[in-house]
Nanobody, 126 residues
Framework: QVQLVESGGGLVQAGGSLRLSCAAS????????MGWFRQAPGKEREFVAS????????YYADSVKGRFTISRDNGKNTLYLQMNSLNPEDTAVYYC???????????????????WGQGTQVTVSS
């Protein structure tokens, strides 16, 4: 199992930027895919982005494509989400997720991820 801890959330004005981080620990010696999901109040948790072990494949939700960038540093066991041009609709709790072990294309369905962080709040004011 992989344990995950997110950080970097906060309050930002519309049009601003934030970078989220997710530190992985535990069984990190094997290959694993990672992803970001978010959940707004009263809504279901939704896919944001995912990335393969090699970083060669990334997927994004249409709502964030062109504004968010997912990346990872396997040497530091850390996943990132750079969020630019934020708008109030991006307000949510952001969760980091991992599918381990896995070396293929990264999943986009939350049911395919076995490990989850506790979440970090992102609030975008208008």
């Amino acid at each position: 199992q992989v344990q995950l801890v997110e950080s970097g959330g906060g309050l930002v004005q519309a049009g601003g930027s934030l970078r989220l981080s997710c530190a992985a620990s535990g069984r990190t010696s094997v290959s694993y895919a990672m992803g970001w999901f978010r959940q707004a109040p009263g809504k279901e948790r939704e896919f944001v982005a995912s990335i393969s072990w090699s970083s060669g494949t990334t997927y994004y939700a249409d709502s964030v494509k062109g504004r968010f960038t997912i990346s990872r540093d396997n040497g530091k066991n850390t996943l990132y989400l750079q969020m630019n041009s934020l708008n109030p609709e991006d307000t949510a709790v952001y969760y980091c997720a991992a599918k381990s072990p896995w070396y293929g294309r990264p999943p986009v369905d939350r049911s395919d991820f076995g490990s989850w962080g506790q979440g970090t709040q992102v609030t975008v004011s208008s």
